[in-house]
T-cell receptor, first 111, second 113 residues
Framework: QKEVEQDPGPLSVPEGAIVSLNCTYSNSAFQYFMWYRQYSRKGPELLMYTYSSGNKEDGRFTAQVDKSSKYISLFIRDSQPSDSATYLCAPGSGGSYIPTFGRGTSLIVHP | DVKVTQSSRYLVKRTGEKVFLECVQDMDHENMFWYRQDPGLGLRLIYFSYDVKMKEKGDIPEGYSVSREKKERFSLILESASTNQTSMYLC????????????FGQGTRLTVV
């Protein structure tokens, strides 16, 4: 079993939809959780950063962590065509400098 | 504005050639990484360096080597390029601090023919 599982998609939604992107992980030592966004032919960029369980909101984006079930979610409200990208979850522990990435989910928001 | 710069966006090389991919960061980061990204497989770590002249193997080091002679520069070397090394290569850097963001370059799309 990979440390981080993420459905590669693609996930296709109409503009304005609420999007839910998810990851599961197996390493209970993971304490902090990042989401990266990668546009086509670009490198990934950090989108959201959360520590431990709970929710964090930033504009139209909400990151949610449930450590008891080892489940990470990213919600996008009022999705826009400019949100079309690949979203990678990246949980990490306090003991490693090396980020661990999920495979990424490709999101397509069509007008 | 922080920056990780990869020397080429697109590269076409022949089988058997020795290939150099260069990466430079201007953030004084200690850590530097080389990943390859393939459809359905995500990001896979090739090599990692936490200091000048230091390197650690990642998940898929076979067929690759690296060089870090200066803190800001991390080179990936394909000793004898093969068609199965056709991929997107991404360089990243980060501070030595734990739980920190990785900054990525724009990627090099390498095609080996």
């Amino acid at each position: 079993q990979k440390e981080v599982e993420q459905d590669p998609g693609p996930l296709s939604v109409p503009e304005g939809a609420i999007v839910s992107l998810n990851c599961t992980y197996s390493n209970s030592a993971f304490q902090y959780f990042m989401w990266y966004r990668q546009y086509s032919r670009k490198g990934p960029e950090l989108l959201m950063y959360t520590y431990s369980s709970g929710n964090k909101e930033d504009g139209r984006f909400t990151a949610q962590v449930d450590k008891s079930s080892k489940y990470i979610s990213l919600f996008i409200r009022d999705s826009q065509p400019s949100d079309s990208a690949t979203y990678l979850c990246a949980p990490g522990s306090g003991g490693s400098y090396i980020p661990t990435f999920g495979r990424g989910t490709s999101l397509i928001v069509h007008p | 504005d922080v920056k990780v710069t990869q020397s080429s966006r697109y590269l076409v090389k022949r089988t058997g050639e020795k290939v150099f991919l260069e990466c430079v960061q201007d953030m004084d980061h200690e850590n530097m990484f080389w990943y390859r990204q393939d459809p359905g497989l995500g990001l896979r770590l090739i090599y990692f360096s936490y200091d000048v002249k230091m390197k650690e193997k990642g998940d898929i080091p076979e067929g690759y080597s690296v060089s870090r002679e200066k803190k800001e520069r991390f080179s990936l070397i394909l000793e004898s390029a093969s068609t199965n090394q056709t991929s997107m290569y991404l360089c990243a850097s980060s501070l030595i601090t734990l739980n920190t963001e990785a900054f990525f370059g724009q990627g090099t799309r390498l095609t080996v023919v």
